[in-house]
């Protein structure tokens, strides 16, 4: 998927190891363009990682997977001004989602 999107990835398997990673690039001045969160991932917190996020004065747009196209996901996502992508999923798809990433 990295390379038929054209972008380079980097996976965190919590959500600490994503804000070490965060922090790391905000501290050498990068920054990440966007965040793809799988969103069946048991350990993930949604209002956590966004309140998280927020509170590090950090803008980054954050775009979700995951299989559960429900009501309460599609609130929680809205919620943030975020979007998703249903799985499964193909490239086409992922590129419609990040569309408005420059």
């Known amino acids: 998927m990295q390379t038929e999107v054209g972008y380079t990835v980097n ?12 922090d790391l690039a905000k501290s050498k001045r990068n920054h990440y363009k966007f965040i793809v969160i799988d969103l069946d991932d048991s350990t993930f917190f949604l209002n956590q990682f966004m309140e998280n996020l927020q509170s590090r004065g950090l803008s980054t747009p954050v775009y979700f997977v995951s299989t559960d196209n429900t009501e309460k996901i599609r609130s929680s996502v809205a919620k943030y001004n975020s979007k998703i992508v249903f799985k499964p999923f193909d490239t086409a798809k992922i590129r419609e989602m990040l569309s408005d990433i420059q």
């Open 11 to 22: 996976e965190a398997f919590s959500d600490e190891e994503a804000f070490e990673m965060i």
